[in-house]
């Protein structure tokens, strides 16, 4: 999905497995954080959303 969007000029030219990696641990982080009670599920579900945006809007080309 990574190396999809930088093909696409979506987002910038970098290891798409690092990119990858810091998208999947931000989603990964919540979804721990939630499965073991630190989080109710509507507030992360809430944040996916406002994690993912600006770390991808921030992947943008300049």
């Known amino acids: 999905m990574i190396a ?9 030219e970098d290891d798409p497995e690092r990119l990858t990696l ?3 641990a931000t989603v990964h ?3 721990s954080y939630t499965a ?14 406002d994690a993912i945006h600006p ?3 921030g992947l943008a080309p300049r």
């Open 4 to 12: 999809d969007a930088q093909q696409r000029g979506e987002i910038v």
């Open 22 to 24: 810091l998208v999947g």
């Open 29 to 31: 982080g919540l979804a």
């Open 36 to 49: 073991n009670g630190m989080l109710d599920a509507p507030i992360a579900r809430g944040l996916i959303g």
């Open 55 to 57: 770390l991808l809007h």
